[in-house]
């Protein structure tokens, strides 16, 4: 098993800054990709930014130049820096991570932005 705790969600206006943080622990050799994914009211979960074990990152269009994803492998950590905030990025979101097929989420974290 592998246990996934985010942090750093909170309120911020248009245009300002949050970072999220997540800390894999429990079973955690051979976690290959780490990534967060997002889910606002009424709408499906999405992907907002991926990286592999060796640092190949994937990113949402909506999401391309503003935020910027990074891992510490020794850490067992990944966080997502996010600039230039704006409304529709408001949602919960929810740390991510790929083992030997099998996929593993944490509790996820609000992220509100008010214009």
């Known amino acids: 098993q592998v246990q996934l705790v985010e942090s750093g969600g909170g309120s911020v206006q248009t245009g300002g800054s949050l970072r999220l943080s997540c800390a894999a622990s429990?079973?955690?050799?051979?976690?290959?990709?780490m990534g967060w994914y997002r889910q606002a009211p009424r709408k499906e979960r999405e992907l907002v930014a991926a990286?592999?074990?060796?640092?190949?990152?994937n990113y949402a269009d909506s999401v391309k130049g503003r935020f910027t994803i990074s891992r510490d492998n020794a850490k067992n950590t990944v966080r997502l820096q996010m600039n230039s905030l704006k409304p529709e990025d408001t949602a919960v979101y929810y740390c991510?991570?790929?083992?030997?097929?099998?996929?593993?989420w944490g509790q996820g974290t609000q992220v509100t932005v008010s214009s």
């Open positions: 991510n991570a790929e083992k030997l097929g099998s996929t593993y």
């Open positions: 990286i592999t074990r060796l640092g190949l990152t």
């Open positions: 429990g079973f955690i050799s051979a976690i290959n990709a």
